[in-house]
Each structure stands twice: as C-alpha cells, then as structure tokens.
C-alpha cells in the first residue's frame, strides 16, 4: 500500500507565500505523474498543478505565473511553492499520484489534504 501525506498549509496574508509538501511512502516503485487538486467549500476539485515523471509541469490558469510545482525522486515528495496567495486560493489542498508498485501495476492515490487559508 501507499500512503501520501500532504504538509505545510496554513493561515498566510494576501500576497505571502506557502510551500507545500506531499511525501510518499510504502510499496513504490516508481512515482509517475503527481497532481496538486485543491477544494474551497462549496466548489468542486479542481486541478491546480501537475508533473511528470519526466518533469515536465503544468499549472491551471488561474495559478500560473504565481505556483511552482517541483519534485525531489530522491526523497518521493512532491512539492508546490505558492508565491503572491490571494483570497481566493483559500482551500484545502490535496496531492494524487499515480504510483507504479514492484508489480508493476499504476494506481493512484490521495493524500489527506492540508488546510490553506489566505485572509488579513
């Protein structure tokens, strides 16, 4: 099994920053692509950022230019730097990855989220 663990949210002033982590653990054999969801309430998931195996990302367009997604294999975390935070980013934010086990067989996982609050 594989657990994901989502770190590193909080309550920031407009325009600060968060980085937040998402670390993987348990039958891995390789981590394929890693996504960063977020849900505000009342809203529906949506997607924020993702990387590749290969690295290569992609940011929705409501966060490009602001998020950085990156991601250190060594260690199986995935991490997403949020730089200029408005209001509106206010969510809980999940990390999904798709894992590739000794089997070789690709399942994907959610992490438990991690609470990001943007307010004065």
């Known amino acids: 099994q594989v657990q994901l663990v989502e770190s590193g949210g909080g309550l920031v002033q407009p325009g600060g920053s968060l980085r937040l982590s998402c670390a993987a653990s348990?039958?891995?054999?390789?981590?394929?692509?890693v996504d960063w969801y977020r849900q505000a309430p009342g809203e529906e998931r949506e997607l924020v950022a993702r990387?590749?195996?290969?690295?290569?990302?992609a940011y929705a367009d409501s966060v490009k230019g602001r998020f950085t997604i990156s991601r250190d294999a060594a260690k199986n975390t995935v991490y997403l730097q949020m730089n200029s935070l408005k209001p509106e980013d206010t969510a809980v934010y999940y990390c999904?990855?798709?894992?590739?086990?000794?089997?070789?067989?690709?399942?994907?996982?959610w992490g438990q989220g991690t609470q990001v609050t943007v307010s004065s």
């Open positions: 999904n990855a798709a894992v590739e086990n000794y089997y070789r067989t690709t399942q994907r996982f």
């Open positions: 348990g039958s891995i054999f390789r981590i394929n692509a």
């Open positions: 990387i590749t195996s290969g690295g290569s990302t």
